[in-house]
């Protein structure tokens, strides 16, 4: 097969778009899956030993702001930091996985557990790992329109 790369600047930035052939179209879970392998890695730095170590984003449960670093927790139980402010990382994350969900946590939707409304117009979400988060009120709408 072979690949061709043109521009839009109306498409936002994460966003990718591939055209095929009709008769391709059931090739596309595959080619899906092989895109989706190639996953970009994300540098962050081990705490323990101050080394830069590469991870998948797929594999980041919670980022959380921590002054101008931000803390990133992974499936595995690890933490990470990135040094970056947590408003540069939401731009660079993958915005349909990742959602900010108060001023300073992101979360990756895939790993979400649970959720439930709580006091004060806020949600609180359970992640597969048992953290749990609150979704401020001002974040409750793009939360509610992401997982619905």
């Given at each position: 097969?072979?690949?061709?790369?043109?521009?839009?600047?109306?498409?936002?930035?994460?966003?990718?778009?591939?055209?095929?052939?009709?008769?391709?179209?059931?090739?596309?879970?595959?080619?899906?899956?092989?895109?989706?392998?190639?996953?970009?890695?994300?540098?962050?730095?081990?705490?323990?030993n101050?080394?830069?170590?590469?991870?998948?984003?797929?594999?980041?449960?919670?980022?959380?702001s921590?002054?101008?670093?931000?803390?990133?927790?992974?499936?595995?139980?690890e933490s990470?930091?990135?040094?970056?402010?947590?408003?540069?990382?939401?731009?660079?994350?993958?915005?349909?996985?990742?959602?900010?969900?108060?001023?300073?946590?992101?979360?990756?939707?895939?790993?979400?557990?649970?959720?439930?409304?709580?006091?004060?117009?806020?949600?609180?979400?359970?992640?597969?790992?048992?953290?749990?988060?609150?979704?401020?009120?001002?974040?409750?709408?793009?939360?509610?329109?992401?997982?619905?």
């Amino acid at each position: 097969m072979k690949v061709t790369f043109e521009t839009d600047a109306s498409m936002e930035r994460s966003l990718a778009k591939v055209v095929t052939n009709p008769a391709e179209q059931q090739r596309w879970e595959e080619i899906d899956k092989a895109i989706s392998h190639l996953e970009r890695q994300l540098v962050v730095i081990n705490p323990k030993n101050n080394r830069n170590v590469q991870i998948q984003p797929s594999s980041i449960l919670a980022i959380e702001s921590e002054d101008r670093m931000c803390n990133i927790r992974v499936i595995s139980g690890e933490s990470y930091l990135l040094g970056k402010r947590l408003k540069y990382v939401e731009e660079d994350m993958d915005s349909s996985h990742f959602l900010k969900i108060n001023n300073s946590t992101i979360i990756n939707v895939k790993h979400i557990k649970a959720f439930a409304a709580t006091d004060h117009a806020r949600i609180q979400v359970e992640l597969k790992d048992g953290s749990s988060y609150y979704v401020s009120r001002y974040y409750i709408k793009n939360f509610r329109g992401k997982l619905s």
